[in-house]
């Protein structure tokens, strides 16, 4: 079940990056720098209002998980459950209000358009808005799902929407209309169509729930859960600022345009945390329920391996994208002017991103324990290190300094804070984890592939594609030679001959 979770997510998340690497380019090409740039910026503001969860989706779905492993009460559960929803309502219609009434500000003293009118900026941060607020309550019932761990239903949901996201968009830019509010109001239509289905999935796994009386008193039950979703949302709002200061930071350093090539350059290297991030919802559903049962050697097993897997995807893709940066920039956009200006900001952020995905695994072990300490205090210390270090290097190198100090900084967190959480909670391999599950996996890929990688300089277009996909299946490939589960069915096999 656990490893067909782990497909269904992976099979989901691969189809929508793939649809996103093909349709992506078009819609830059149709809507132009300066509209892409505002899509950026609507990335941002999504993640950075994601502080108001304060780490209740988390607890939703390590509730929820909870429950599903017979460790939480019904009555309770629903009761919970209930509570929950009616915080996100609430905060959902704020973020709403919060947005539109920001929007004069955003779109005259905040952006620097040149090509688009502050009019058409304005409304569209407005929808942003509205479709902020829909895919707050989305991502409740999201986690819901996620604890459930049904995620094959999910990720066929997650596949279809992102076909209406990505492709369907096309002909309607191409043939009604390029203009960024079209283009939102469209975002913020198919926002309400998964809000539907979240909510009407949900109502069918937990029907219960709506017979649920609310009074004051039901708020006692929250009481256990605070210590823990505070952790997580104290984490969640260290998370955001360090991950999006330096966007919103060059939000109003560069102009528009230039935000729009630097928003490409990061949406590539993204692809490096959206093949590595289908794992998190099965492993952290599957650590939490372990633990619930009390079954901590299957625990690590489980955190050792997909550490290991991780690692091999995530220095076969940073490796890649570090040597055909230039010619991933050219070749996705075709062109010259944003590959001069994105090709090292690409590379950085690559790296960074790699660097965190591998990072992320302590808080998966923290989260399944229920106890987020040491994750909170390493945050705090990165935040306090981050931000004179961001706004320093940013002033001086521009998105290159910024992209500098971001995996720096992940390097660091990496090296030393997820091996004293490893200490604190595994049993006896922690000392193993760094060395053996990173270390003894990156390396031999990094250096082989870096050396040795195919030419494609003089080649056609297609033997281009052909010879990257090749260098890049290649180096997934002999990066599974060294992981635990592949070298002892390769020694059972050599035995039996």
Not at 92 to 107: D, G, Q, W
Request: one cysteine or more; glycine letters at 6%.
């Amino acid at each position: 079940m656990f490893l067909k979770n782990i497909l269904s997510s992976y099979f989901s998340q691969f189809y929508i990056t793939i649809i996103g690497i093909c349709f992506i380019p078009i819609i830059y090409r149709q809507v132009g720098s300066e509209t892409y740039g505002l899509i950026g910026f609507f990335a941002t503001l999504q993640i950075c209002f994601g502080i108001l969860d304060l780490g209740i989706t988390s607890t939703v779905g390590r509730e929820t998980s909870r429950y599903a492993s017979g460790h939480n009460k019904k009555e309770k559960f629903y009761r919970v459950l209930k509570l929950f929803e009616i915080i996100f309502v609430v905060v959902s219609l704020l973020l709403i209000l919060i947005i539109t009434s920001a929007s004069f500000y955003l779109s005259t003293e905040w952006l620097t358009p040149k090509i688009l009118t502050v009019s058409e900026v304005r409304i569209s941060i407005q929808i942003m808005g509205l479709y902020m607020g829909l895919r707050w309550m989305s991502g409740f019932y999201k986690a819901v799902i996620n604890g459930s761990e049904k995620f094959k239903w999910l990720g066929i949901v997650n596949s279809i929407i992102g076909t209406l996201r990505f492709i369907v968009i096309v002909p309607i830019l191409l043939y009604i209309s390029d203009s960024p509010v079209i283009y939102f109001a469209y975002q913020l239509i198919i926002g309400l169509i998964e809000l539907i289905i979240f909510y009407r999935y949900v109502a069918v796994l937990f029907p219960g729930r709506f017979l649920v009386n609310i009074t004051s008193r039901s708020f006692v039950h929250l009481i256990p859960l605070i210590r823990f979703s505070l952790s997580v949302g104290i984490s969640s709002v260290v998370w955001v600022i360090t991950t999006q200061a330096d966007k919103i930071l060059l939000s109003k350093h560069l102009s528009l345009n230039d935000y729009g090539f630097f928003t490409i350059a990061i949406t590539i290297a993204s692809i490096v945390i959206q093949f590595t991030a289908p794992i998190a919802g099965p492993v952290m559903a599957r650590l939490a329920t372990l633990e619930g049962m009390f079954k901590h050697i299957e625990l690590e097993d489980i955190y050792r391996t997909s550490t290991q897997f991780v690692v091999v995807i995530v220095s076969a893709l940073v490796i890649n994208i570090a040597i055909y940066s230039r010619w991933i920039l050219k070749a996705w956009t075709g062109d010259d002017a944003l590959a001069n200006y994105s090709e090292y900001i690409l590379i950085i952020y690559s790296v960074g991103n790699g660097i965190a995905a591998v990072s992320a695994f302590s808080y998966y072990l923290q989260y399944a324990k229920g106890n987020l300490d040491k994750h909170l205090i390493g945050q705090l210390i990165y935040l306090i290190l981050y931000i004179p270090l961001l706004y320093y290097f940013t002033i001086k190198l521009g998105a290159v300094g910024a992209g500098l100090v971001y995996a720096a900084l992940n390097f660091l967190y990496l090296l030393i804070f997820s091996n004293l959480v490893n200490a604190k909670f595994m049993i006896g391999s922690y000392k193993n984890w760094f060395i053996r599950d990173v270390i003894y996996i990156s390396f031999p890929i990094i250096f082989l592939f870096y050396n040795f990688h195919l030419k494609i300089q003089g080649l056609s277009f297609y033997n281009q594609i052909i010879f990257v996909t090749i260098n890049m299946i290649g180096s997934i490939l002999f990066g599974l030679l060294f992981t635990n589960k592949v070298q002892l069915v390769l020694k059972l096999k050599i035995s039996k001959i």
